[in-house]
């Protein structure tokens, strides 16, 4: 099989790995890609170019196309292609919406009785200033409908930070509501699902702050581990019975089927499990780590899910612990240099994956993003993975490289 595999992070090389790695595919291209996906397979056309991603698959004779951002999924990249014959694995824009407005997620929740935070709707920003400015209950969470990159949401302890949120972000028309504050763990479970059925996978916790203690800014994520032990096997159950296959049969419901991977983002205190958000792909850098440890052919999945055909199939994962680092340039998530030689890469035990996210060839490999790379090892505990990941960074160096040094502290430090 030849895939074609659409966007340039850490996760399409991991798409793309696991395709090869495990026999699912002869070929794998990937657009843009980045320095870390052989030349010959690396397709100079950006996640938007629609047009010519559809001329590329009929050039290459690819079979199955794997979009790997939100943005083109949101903006039809799914319809375009498969209007033009192409199999693509990915939901339509329509059921893009889980993920393209949080307000259409929060109806679909509330409809189909998924736990989520209770919510407020405001029709432009006087009405919600008015809200804000009148409001005895905080911390609130603000959060703009449409996609933002990560910015659309505002984590507000007081009235003060609520209403500069508030300045800074929201446009005077925006769709936007409030939540109520929601305390707990987070972590993320994707499921992937061909309508009906919903299989979900491993639970993975993302590390979204920059510096160790989740302090800082947030970032794209800066590390991940899987399996994250705050999804028990009883949670994960629930997860999957109380979230994904509602929602999977309220979109069918709808009218809208949701083909692809669905992303719940939980939060969990004791027995309570609430969805933040949907996303409508494979999480980054979540799948850097889920993806190591799955058993099976990533490519049958896909198959089993574009045909309909994933009730009766079990999709199981190995007994090992994963965990990625994200290796980031100087200033990120600020302002950062690009074009800065890597080094080091040839002197990491065979064992160790590194997935490229921010990285480009010229003569010899320069970093040419923000998340450069993503350095992941696997073992039989999440200890020992710990030490293998730290292990090995040192020997990779490019100037102002910064990464966090305690991926996994939460599951770390719950054992004795
Ligand atoms: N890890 C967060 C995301 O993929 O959106």
């Not at 052989?38 to 629609?50: C, K, L, S, W, Y």
Request: hydrophobic letters at 40%.
């Amino acid at each position: 099989m030849r895939y074609l595999v659409v966007g340039s992070g850490g996760r399409e090389h991991a798409i793309a790995w696991r395709l090869l790695h495990d026999g699912s595919a002869s070929e794998v291209y990937v657009a843009p890609g980045n320095g870390g996906i052989d030349e010959r397979f690396r397709i100079q056309i950006a996640v938007n170019d629609f047009e010519s991603l559809y001329t590329i698959c009929k050039q290459k004779n690819i079979d199955i196309v794997i979009i790997g951002p939100e943005a083109p999924l949101v903006d039809g990249v799914v319809d375009f292609l498969q209007n033009r014959g192409i199999t693509v694995f990915g939901p339509t824009t329509q059921a893009a919406q889980l993920e393209g407005s949080k307000l259409f997620a929060k109806y679909i929740m509330q409809k189909y009785n998924v736990p989520t935070a209770h919510f407020r709707e405001f029709k432009g920003k006087e009405s919600l200033i008015g809200y804000i400015e009148s409001s005895a209950v905080f911390p609130v969470v603000i959060k703009l409908d449409g996609l933002a990159a990560g910015k659309g949401v505002g984590v507000c302890r007081e009235r003060e930070t609520a209403l500069q949120f508030i300045h800074e972000m929201v446009k005077d028309n925006a769709k936007v509501f409030v939540e109520d504050f929601c305390d707990g763990e987070e972590a993320s479970v994707l499921g992937i699902s061909d309508g009906t059925t919903v299989l979900p996978f491993i639970a993975a916790q993302d590390h979204k702050r920059v510096y160790d203690n989740d302090e800082g800014p947030n970032t794209g994520g800066m590390g991940a581990y899987a399996p994250a032990p705050v999804v028990t096997s009883r949670i994960l159950e629930r997860v999957h019975r109380e979230i994904l296959q509602p929602v999977i049969l309220g979109m069918k419901n709808e009218g809208i089927p949701f083909v692809g991977i669905l992303y719940a983002g939980l939060i969990i205190k004791g027995n309570d499990i609430k969805v933040l958000e949907f996303n409508v792909r494979f999480g980054d850098p979540e799948t850097q780590v889920l993806l190591p440890l799955l058993s099976g052919k990533l490519g049958d999945y896909i198959t089993a899910s574009i045909d309909g055909k994933l009730s009766g199939i079990n999709l199981t994962f190995r007994n090992k612990h994963a965990i990625t680092v994200v290796l980031a340039s100087g200033g990120y998530p600020g302002s950062y240099t690009t074009g800065l030689p890597i080094t080091g890469l040839d002197l990491l035990p065979e064992d160790i994956l590194v997935f490229h996210a921010g990285t480009k060839r010229d003569g010899q490999l320069l970093t040419s993003g923000g998340r450069v790379l993503n350095i992941t090892a696997i073992a039989d505990s999440l200890e020992e993975a710990y030490q293998k990941v730290y292990n090995a960074i040192p020997r990779v160096s490019f100037e102002g490289m910064h990464y966090r040094k305690d991926i996994g502290f939460r599951a770390l430090k719950k054992r004795p």
